[in-house]
C-alpha cells in the first residue's frame, strides 16, 4: 500500500503562486495516474489535475492554464506548481493515486488518498 503526503499549502493572495508537493512511499508509484483534487468548506471534492504514468496531463477548465501538474519519478513525488491563484483556489488539496497508469478525473477512481494540505486564499 503507498502512503502519500502533501505538503505545500499555505496563505496565498490574488495572484499568487504556490508549489504543492505529493511525496510517495511504501512503493513506487510511477506505474500509476496520480491525479490532485481540492475540496473547498461546504462542497464536495472535485478534480484539479492529473498525470498519467506516461507523464500525460489533464486539468479541470477552471485551473487550465495557471496550474501544472508533475513528476519526479526518480523522487517519487508529483508536483503540481499553481500560479495565478485567485480567491476561488481555496480549499484542502489532496494527492490521491489511481491504480492505473490512465489518469482520470472521477473521484471514485482513484484509491489511495494523502491527508491533504490547506490552501487558503486571500483578498
Known amino acids: 500500500q503507498v502512503q502519500l503526503v502533501e505538503s505545500g499549502g499555505g496563505l496565498v493572495q490574488a495572484g499568487d503562486s504556490l508549489r504543492l508537493s505529493c511525496a510517495a512511499s511504501?512503493?513506487?508509484?510511477?506505474?500509476?495516474?496520480v491525479g490532485w483534487f481540492r475540496q473547498a468548506p461546504g462542497k464536495e471534492r472535485e478534480f484539479v489535475a492529473a498525470?498519467?504514468?506516461?507523464?500525460?496531463?489533464y486539468y479541470s477548465d477552471s485551473v487550465k492554464g495557471r496550474f501544472t501538474i508533475s513528476r519526479d519519478n526518480a523522487k517519487n513525488t508529483v508536483y503540481q506548481q499553481m500560479s495565478s491563484m485567485k480567491t476561488g483556489d481555496t480549499g484542502v488539496y489532496y494527492c490521491?493515486?489511481?491504480?492505473?497508469?490512465?489518469?482520470?478525473?472521477?473521484?471514485?477512481?482513484?484509491?489511495?488518498w494523502g491527508q491533504g494540505t490547506q490552501v487558503t486564499g486571500s483578498s
Open positions: 490521491a493515486e489511481r491504480p492505473t497508469g490512465v489518469a482520470s478525473g472521477q473521484v471514485y477512481e482513484y484509491g489511495s
Open positions: 511504501g512503493r513506487t508509484f510511477s506505474n500509476y495516474a
Open positions: 498525470i498519467s504514468a506516461g507523464g500525460g496531463t
